[in-house]
């Protein structure tokens, strides 16, 4: 390309007066497409070039108030749905102790919102290839002249009457301005096999080096850092004690904390004799006792003690506890049974505590009771 | 001004013998142009040796545990939280000075604006450092922040600790993009004055391609306001939410409602004694006497003043409470503050915050450089001791006599305290000698003759 093409002249000015004047006599012969080129933004320069106010508060607004109402619902769907979790007695929707996120998150989406917006919407940015960067007019006026430029696209454009027209109104170093051919011919490089390759390599770079770091160098010494401590950890082999455990048997006769043994191990019918239900039927302990029930026993026995088990003959079903047999056993004796498990029948001991096996065996003389009611309970 | 008599008439001129708009480029881009001398290596190398020392607590914290700090059972808080609200604190002077000064039209902070919100950066920066390490194992901070990870468990949003999150990373966000949107026009002028080739590329992708077209400065000025509107209200909530992390709690000589307005102000306050200090060097190094004036300075050890005198009001009013309140517990707190066994700490804190700035009273000490700087210096040691001994005095005695104790910081911990300095003066010193550090734009602004004088309307 020979020809250049015309983007416009442009005119200087020195003092911010001058410039002030200039705009108002632009704007007055009716051009549209000038700009005035200012390296601080004078006062009352909007007026002069009879601009309407800017519309970013607007969108500062709207960014903003979008902003906290989503993240107050994320936050209600968080707190108050998708986990609930009780922190300090408070209800999940405790709202005052929202404010400060709510208005942080607004903030935040705001400013960003808005900067983004009138970088990429308002000015159009990033714009590296427009006709006056790199001419002798903007690195004056980025310094410290005023000027101003009328585009050839303006309606009213005609290059002599505009060059005589900047002159009249007392513009210095009248000049043209051309496209560059690069600027012109510009073609966007995005999909250009040499980007996309340069592309491809920095997102293999970053994911392989976050894999690398979170993967593989964490666990490295010496970056496993607190994992490695002067501590045994269960099942560990130790070097200190003789027979290679890291974990000890307590002393013999040691008994846990609150706990009673029990001194009928293999012994069912000396349970039964000696044992006596040590819990008083009432309503809490029914219920304790039937919540039991329907978690570990019900699943054999069935809900109501028939032996009308739920695992389709997957486990052989067991006898019912409406027998006379079972009837006539002693309290004690259905804890042995509890405790040590019978025929193919494992242990409860360690799914019950000691209160609960008294409230399902409470639980149980109820069902019982249910089935083969005395003429007394009729009354 | 020296006759007595004042002309409130006319504006008075913020920058100095009225240079020429030219002149101010060369003046502030000159660092930018020219090689680092000998000092500033020498600077430089100290500010790296008090970076590596910190450095080398701060693997061996990673490496052997944090049970190389001084923090003890009561005392869980220790130094890494001090130093946390300090460098907070030290931030909060940068913002008043370009958002809130802004909103009020004090020119005169168009000098000094682009320095401290670097300033406020940095100090952000650093502060982010002690909270993340705190936690013991820095690698798992993301579980900060709500997203979808793998124990689908959400944060709690009830907890000041979580605020916090939000309120420091949202505050260093909103101040960078402040920074930067100040910084394009700069960014700009750089890109045509540079005749270096690489400095081109840099400045011309880092100006975006501003062109100076009044119809940007437009909107650019609008979102400037706008930013200093958030920024404002952004400032005040984070000393406030960061003065929830104690407030909240139950323990005597913490849970108090003046805490808010007490940080904020103590905040603002530090920061502006910090900023001072600072440009002190700056405006003799770089030749900046006539941009960043004695007036300036002056009006910033006024502000200094005001909120040492709002932080001392602030002292009284605890213990007014404490006696008023009549519960044993927060009269105990802060008898035991004063009396205890911290109470040379509370000395300091009480005679560098409340009685040195006293000075600044006197006109012809306000405007002494080397005095100003002393008292600058001595408030910045009086607000760390204030962080330390509301963190440790209440925490080392709390409700339970059996759980007492004293706590002494480690080696370890004064290797990070120096380590933080150290990474925040290197940060500075980068900046000093990598992006103007004065405002070009807003600096030929407030120029005598920079403005139309409407004289035909």
Redesign the interface.
């Given at each position: 390309m020979n020809e250049k093409i015309l983007y416009g002249y442009t005119g200087l000015f020195d003092?911010?007066?001058e410039?002030?004047?200039a705009?108002e006599k632009v704007s007055a012969e009716g051009f549209e497409k000038y700009?005035?080129?200012?390296?601080?933004?004078?006062?009352?320069?909007?007026s002069a070039?009879k601009?309407k106010?800017?519309k970013?508060?607007y969108i500062?607004l709207v960014i903003g108030l979008s902003a906290m109402v989503t993240m107050f619902i994320?936050?209600y769907w968080?707190?108050s749905i998708?986990?609930p979790?009780i922190?300090?007695g408070?209800p999940f929707f405790?709202f005052p102790?929202?404010v400060?996120?709510l208005?942080?998150?607004t903030?935040?989406s705001?400013?960003?919102g808005?900067?983004v917006a009138?970088?990429a919407v308002?000015?159009k940015?990033?714009?590296?290839?427009?006709p006056?960067?790199d001419t002798d007019f903007?690195?004056s006026?980025?310094?410290?002249k005023y000027g101003i430029s009328i585009e050839a696209v303006d309606s009213r454009f005609n290059e002599d009457y505009v060059r005589s027209f900047l002159s009249s109104i007392g513009a210095k170093e009248i000049s043209p301005v051309y496209w560059d051919d690069e600027e012109v011919t510009f073609k966007n490089t995005v999909l250009k096999p040499k980007f996309l390759t340069f592309l491809i390599v920095v997102g293999l770079a970053v994911s392989g080096t976050t894999y690398f770091t979170l993967n593989k160098l964490?666990f490295m010494v010496?970056f496993n850092?607190?994992r490695e401590?002067e501590k045994y950890i269960p099942q560990e082999i130790s070097t200190f004690f003789e027979d290679g455990f890291s974990m000890r048997t307590p002393v013999k006769g040691s008994v846990a904390l609150g706990n009673i043994p029990y001194r009928f191990s293999g012994d069912p019918e000396g349970a039964g004799e000696a044992l006596v239900n040590p819990l008083a039927v009432t309503k809490e302990n029914l219920e304790l006792g039937k919540e039991k029930f329907d978690i570990y026993c019900s699943p054999c026995h069935g809900y109501f003690g028939e032996g009308d088990s739920r695992l389709k003959g997957q486990f052989p079903n067991p006898p019912s506890f409406h027998s006379e047999k079972v009837r006539n056993w002693s309290d004690g004796r259905i804890y042995a049974v509890l405790m040590d498990g019978q025929n193919v029948m494992p242990s409860y001991s360690s799914q019950l505590d000691r209160a609960e096996r008294w409230a399902v065996i409470l639980y149980m003389r109820a069902l019982q009771r249910s089935l083969n009611a005395k003429e007394s309970d009729l009354k | 001004m020296s006759s007595g008599v004042i002309d409130y008439t006319k504006e008075f001129s913020v920058i100095e013998g009225k240079p020429?708009?030219?002149s101010i480029?060369d003046l502030i881009s000159k660092p930018l142009d020219t090689k680092p001398d000998k000092k500033y290596y020498i600077a430089l190398s100290i500010t790296l040796t008090m970076l590596m020392i910190g450095a080398v607590g701060l693997l061996a914290s990673?490496?052997y545990?944090t049970g190389l700090w001084g923090n003890n059972n009561p005392v869980g808080w220790g130094l890494p939280i001090v130093n946390f609200v300090f460098w907070v604190g030290i931030g909060h002077a940068g913002t008043l000075i370009s958002a809130i000064l802004f909103l009020l039209r004090q020119k005169w902070r168009n000098g000094i604006a682009r320095f401290a919100e670097g300033m406020t950066i940095f100090a952000v920066m650093t502060a982010g450092i002690f909270p993340a390490i705190h936690t013991?194992?820095p690698?798992l901070d993301g579980y900060l922040f709500?997203y979808p990870n793998q124990h689908?468990?959400?944060v709690?949003?009830?907890?000041?600790l979580?605020?916090d999150v939000?309120?420091v990373s949202?505050y260093f966000?909103?101040s960078f993009?402040?920074w930067y949107?100040g910084l394009i026009?700069d960014f700009?002028?750089l890109?045509?004055?540079t005749k270096n080739k690489l400095k081109k590329i840099i400045y011309?992708?880092t100006s975006?391609?501003?062109?100076?077209?009044?119809?940007?400065?437009?909107?650019?000025?609008?979102?400037y306001l706008?930013?200093a509107g958030?920024?404002t209200?952004?400032v005040l909530?984070v000393h406030t939410?960061v003065s929830?992390d104690f407030a909240v709690a139950v323990l005597p000589g913490w849970h108090t409602t003046i805490f808010p307005p007490y940080f904020v102000a103590g905040a603002v306050f530090s920061g502006f004694a910090m900023v001072q200090n600072v440009l002190i060097f700056i405006r003799r190094i770089f030749n900046y006497e006539h941009i960043i004036t004695l007036d300036t300075l002056e009006k910033m050890n006024k502000i200094i003043l005001l909120t040492g005198m709002i932080v001392g009001y602030a002292y009284a009013m605890e213990f007014f409470m404490a006696w008023y309140s009549g519960v044993q517990a927060e009269t105990f707190a802060f008898i035991n503050r004063a009396f205890g066994p911290y109470a040379w700490a509370y000395w300091i804190m009480f005679s560098c915050n409340v009685l040195f700035p006293q000075f600044f009273w006197i006109k012809k000490l306000r405007r002494s450089i080397p005095f100003m700087f002393i008292i600058a210096v001595l408030v910045n040691v009086g607000m760390w001791f204030e962080r330390f001994v509301i963190t440790v005095t209440s925490l080392s005695r709390d409700y339970l006599p059996s759980s007492w104790a004293y706590f002494t910081p480690t080696i370890t911990d004064f290797s990070l305290l120096i380590g933080s300095f150290g990474f925040f003066f290197t940060f500075l010193l980068l900046f000093t000698k990598t992006l103007p550090v004065v405002s070009i734009?807003?600096v030929?602004?407030v120029v005598d003759?920079?403005?139309?004088?409407?004289?035909?309307?």
């Open positions: 003092t911010p007066d410039i002030i004047e705009a700009d005035v080129h200012t390296p601080y933004p004078v006062h009352g320069m909007d070039m601009l106010p800017s970013l508060p500062a994320f936050m968080m707190t998708d986990y979790v922190v300090g408070k405790s102790a929202w400060p996120v208005f942080e998150i903030v935040l705001a400013s960003i808005t900067v009138m970088i308002f000015f940015f990033p714009n590296l290839s427009h006056l960067h903007m690195k006026v980025s310094s410290d964490m010496p850092w607190m401590q | 020429s708009l030219r480029d990673f490496y545990g013991g194992r690698w709500p689908a468990l959400w709690n949003f009830n907890s000041p979580l605020w939000f309120a949202t966000t909103v993009i402040f949107v026009p700009a002028i890109r045509d004055r011309s992708v975006l391609g501003w062109r100076g077209s009044n119809r940007h400065w437009q909107h650019y000025e609008m979102v706008v930013l958030f920024a209200p952004l909530s939410i929830f734009a807003e030929k602004a003759g920079a403005q139309p004088t409407h004289k035909d309307h």
